[in-house]
């Protein structure tokens, strides 16, 4: 994972707990990553993912459905894999997205555990 470029996303939400959740997350990452982008947009991460200009990608609090429909379907047809961070099977209504290819997807969720 260490060569990896992760994409993520902090949402809308500014609250004091949200954003030190978001902050503390990633910064457990930043050592684990090559490094991060953050463009905004869950469906060019997820297509980005898709077409491997990025290897790991995940997202909690994204808008609504139509943040990640097509680049789910995306993914799944470039044969990545997508889930919720947890490690759990992606539901379109959480709000938690995670994205990667089958090799990468036990490092993304173990980095992640406990901190989602």
Known sequence: MIKALLATGFGTKRDKATVDANTDRLKGLLFKVRSVR?????????????CGR?????????GGLWDVAAGVL?????????????????????????????HLKGALVDALRGKV
């Not at 953050?38 to 898709?50: E, I, P, R």
């Not at 990025?54 to 994204?62: E, N, S, T």
């Open 38 to 50: 953050m463009t905004g947009s869950c469906a060019l991460n997820l297509c980005g993912v898709a």
């Open 54 to 62: 990025l290897d790991l990608f995940y997202h909690l609090g994204y």
């Open 74 to 102: 995306i993914v799944q047809e470039a044969g990545g894999c997508v889930f919720d961070p947890s490690g759990a099977d992606f539901n379109i209504t959480s709000q938690r997205v995670a994205a990667t290819n089958a």
